[in-house]
């Protein structure tokens, strides 16, 4: 059971930093195309001041926020799927996708329309961070097959 | 000898914070009270006043007493987020025509989105006549926060609007098709005046004044120059000095940081775009200005106020041509202040925010 909670807090530090590099280069990028001198260095830097800001500067940590959609998702796939006599994967990716898709409609649902994750405004920021998602449950399913509970 | 010098440093030290403080005795007197989020306040002389509530109401003070009813006949308005009936300006002329403006957010017909729309109407009694809507910002948005909504007259009779960036559309603030983050120039009828920056560039739209501004809330004419007051995200709020065709950056460059913690651009200048005369870092969420030119307190005389709401104070800022020298907190004894302005014979007036908020005057002692 801790194995399985570390496991789940795992992955969403893997999808938090995934949805930090989505927001970062969907900002930078743009500035880009406004012809701002972008470079390698400042990339990094404002990755990294992002990282720390978005999780220490923010009213609500981003890991908080995109962790407690993720782990009920998960955690209820997992339950779910031990019922069922199936490869895991494909659900903890799934399920992974649409903690995501749950957040970007939540929040906006929530808050009056307004989008607080920069990068998810857009359909593209919205299906990079579904994505995010996706790869933060296949992550977790990896971590569950090292242990053996994904096997047909 | 060194006792000497070191008391010598004392002295200039105490004499020069003395010097610096606010030695101005002054009242206050609460003329109306019991408002429902006053946001805009309009000085037609000393004891009549016009200002509006956010939810909804156009409001009076005539001959120094509020009037309970509102005045009758204003448009229906979105009354949401930071939307509803927000700036309201007197015609230059109002003294013979009572022609005023309006500006507030409306929802569209059969949509769930919404715009910043400014009319133009008689004020005749306690009610509104032949209004006409004069302008309506293009496109409309889905949120409800960030649409600018002051306006200000300039020397030409024509009328500039502040519009903010909606929040969710702040790179928007960097084209020219559309108003979001924009100040607008329109005639006072609604026409447009052929002068404009962008007037024969098709790629603009053509009622744009200048651009890359968040959500101005603070705008003046003071003997030509426009400054524009804006808020920032989490700090970065900002004066500028407005000028045609002029880019003022949001959100490319930005003393600020997005409210998620995030950078929302790792530069703060550029070439091309503008630098405000004043910006603050942490933010104090700036919500009204004035510059003050009357004499009832000579030493504030020629001074900008901006009214802010965190925390609730003014800050009086000392002018030296177009630059700001030094920066006096006063008036932090109430509570958030949403807009400021004076009366003809020099006294200061503050509306203060929320339900509950209040019109005060502030005259010397």
């Given at each position: 059971?801790?194995?399985?909670?570390?496991?789940l807090?795992?992955a969403?530090?893997?999808?938090?930093i995934?949805?930090?590099?989505v927001?970062?280069?969907?900002?930078?990028l743009?500035?880009?195309?406004l012809?701002?001198?972008?470079?390698?260095?400042?990339?990094?830097?404002t990755?990294?001041?992002?990282?720390?800001?978005?999780?220490?500067?923010?009213?609500?940590?981003?890991?908080?926020l995109i962790?407690?959609?993720?782990?009920?998702?998960?955690?209820?796939?997992?339950l779910?799927?031990?019922?069922?006599?199936?490869?895991?994967?494909?659900?903890?990716?799934?399920a992974?996708?649409?903690?995501?898709?749950?957040?970007?409609?939540f929040l906006?649902?929530a808050?009056?329309?307004?989008?607080?994750?920069?990068?998810?405004?857009?359909?593209?920021?919205?299906l990079?961070?579904?994505?995010?998602?996706?790869?933060g449950?296949?992550?977790?399913?990896?971590?569950q097959?090292?242990?053996?509970e994904?096997?047909? | 000898?060194?006792?000497?010098?070191?008391?010598?440093?004392?002295l200039?030290?105490?004499?020069?914070?003395?010097?610096r403080?606010?030695?101005?005795?002054?009242?206050?007197?609460?003329i109306?009270?019991?408002?429902?989020?006053?946001?805009s306040?309009?000085?037609?002389?000393?004891?009549?006043?016009?200002?509006?509530?956010?939810?909804?109401?156009?409001?009076?003070?005539k001959?120094?007493?509020?009037?309970?009813?509102?005045?009758?006949?204003?448009?229906?308005?979105?009354?949401?987020?930071?939307?509803?009936?927000?700036?309201?300006?007197?015609?230059?002329?109002?003294?013979n025509?009572k022609?005023?403006?309006?500006?507030?957010?409306?929802?569209?017909?059969?949509t769930?989105?919404n715009?910043?729309k400014?009319?133009?109407?008689?004020?005749?009694?306690?009610?509104?006549k032949?209004?006409?809507e004069i302008?309506?910002?293009f496109?409309?948005?889905?949120?409800a926060?960030?649409?600018?909504?002051?306006?200000?007259?300039?020397?030409?009779?024509?009328?500039?609007?502040?519009?903010?960036?909606?929040?969710?559309?702040?790179?928007?603030?960097?084209?020219?098709?559309?108003?979001?983050?924009?100040i607008?120039?329109?005639?006072?009828?609604?026409?447009?005046?052929?002068?404009?920056?962008?007037?024969g560039?098709?790629?603009?739209?053509?009622?744009?004044w200048?651009?890359?501004?968040?959500?101005?809330?603070?705008?003046?004419?003071?003997?030509?120059?426009?400054?524009?007051?804006e808020?920032?995200?989490?700090?970065?709020d900002?004066?500028?000095?407005?000028?045609?065709?002029?880019?003022?950056?949001?959100?490319?460059?930005?003393?600020?940081?997005?409210?998620?913690?995030?950078?929302?651009?790792?530069?703060?200048?550029?070439?091309?775009?503008?630098?405000?005369?004043?910006y603050?870092?942490?933010s104090?969420?700036?919500?009204?200005?004035?510059?003050?030119d009357?004499?009832?307190?000579?030493?504030?005389?020629?001074?900008?106020f901006?009214?802010?709401?965190?925390?609730?104070?003014?800050?009086?800022?000392e002018?030296?041509?177009?630059?700001?020298?030094?920066?006096h907190?006063?008036?932090?004894?109430?509570?958030?202040?949403?807009?400021?302005?004076y009366?003809?014979?020099?006294?200061?007036l503050?509306a203060?925010?929320?339900?509950?908020?209040?019109?005060?005057?502030?005259?010397?002692?």
């Amino acid at each position: 059971m801790i194995r399985t909670f570390f496991d789940l807090l795992l992955a969403a530090l893997v999808v938090t930093i995934l949805v930090v590099v989505v927001s970062t280069s969907s900002n930078l990028l743009w500035l880009s195309s406004l012809n701002m001198p972008i470079d390698f260095n400042l990339v990094t830097s404002t990755f990294l001041k992002d990282v720390v800001g978005m999780n220490f500067n923010s009213q609500i940590p981003l890991y908080l926020l995109i962790s407690i959609p993720l782990i009920l998702f998960l955690f209820c796939t997992k339950l779910i799927s031990r019922k069922i006599w199936m490869n895991r994967t494909f659900p903890y990716v799934l399920a992974g996708g649409m903690s995501m898709l749950f957040l970007m409609i939540f929040l906006p649902f929530a808050l009056d329309n307004l989008e607080p994750i920069s990068g998810s405004r857009t359909n593209i920021g919205k299906l990079c961070m579904t994505m995010c998602g996706c790869l933060g449950g296949y992550i977790y399913s990896l971590m569950q097959t090292s242990k053996g509970e994904n096997e047909i | 000898m060194k006792y000497n010098k070191f008391l010598f440093v004392i002295l200039i030290s105490v004499l020069t914070l003395f010097l610096r403080s606010e030695e101005v005795d002054y009242n206050y007197t609460v003329i109306a009270e019991g408002l429902d989020r006053p946001w805009s306040l309009a000085v037609i002389d000393d004891r009549n006043i016009i200002f509006t509530e956010l939810s909804g109401s156009l409001r009076q003070i005539k001959d120094g007493e509020l009037l309970l009813a509102p005045v009758a006949g204003t448009p229906e308005v979105l009354f949401k987020g930071q939307g509803g009936m927000s700036g309201v300006v007197l015609d230059p002329d109002f003294q013979n025509n009572k022609v005023l403006y309006l500006a507030f957010s409306a929802r569209d017909e059969g949509t769930r989105t919404n715009t910043l729309k400014v009319i133009r109407a008689v004020l005749s009694n306690n009610e509104l006549k032949d209004i006409k809507e004069i302008y309506s910002a293009f496109p409309s948005r889905n949120t409800a926060l960030h649409y600018g909504a002051k306006m200000v007259f300039m020397d030409d009779g024509t009328l500039l609007i502040t519009n903010g960036d909606g929040f969710n559309y702040r790179e928007k603030a960097q084209t020219l098709d559309n108003h979001f983050g924009k100040i607008v120039r329109i005639n006072s009828d609604g026409s447009l005046p052929e002068d404009n920056p962008f007037s024969g560039n098709s790629n603009a739209l053509p009622e744009i004044w200048s651009y890359g501004h968040r959500n101005p809330q603070g705008i003046i004419n003071y003997q030509g120059n426009i400054y524009g007051l804006e808020h920032g995200p989490m700090g970065g709020d900002e004066i500028n000095i407005i000028k045609p065709g002029n880019n003022y950056g949001w959100p490319a460059i930005t003393y600020g940081k997005d409210y998620n913690g995030s950078i929302i651009s790792p530069f703060t200048e550029m070439k091309g775009m503008e630098q405000p005369i004043k910006y603050w870092v942490p933010s104090i969420a700036p919500s009204g200005m004035m510059l003050y030119d009357k004499e009832l307190f000579p030493e504030w005389t020629g001074s900008i106020f901006v009214s802010s709401m965190k925390p609730g104070s003014v800050r009086r800022l000392e002018l030296e041509g177009n630059r700001i020298i030094e920066e006096h907190i006063i008036f932090d004894d109430l509570s958030r202040i949403r807009d400021i302005a004076y009366l003809p014979n020099g006294s200061i007036l503050l509306a203060t925010d929320g339900s509950g908020g209040e019109i005060i005057k502030v005259q010397p002692n």
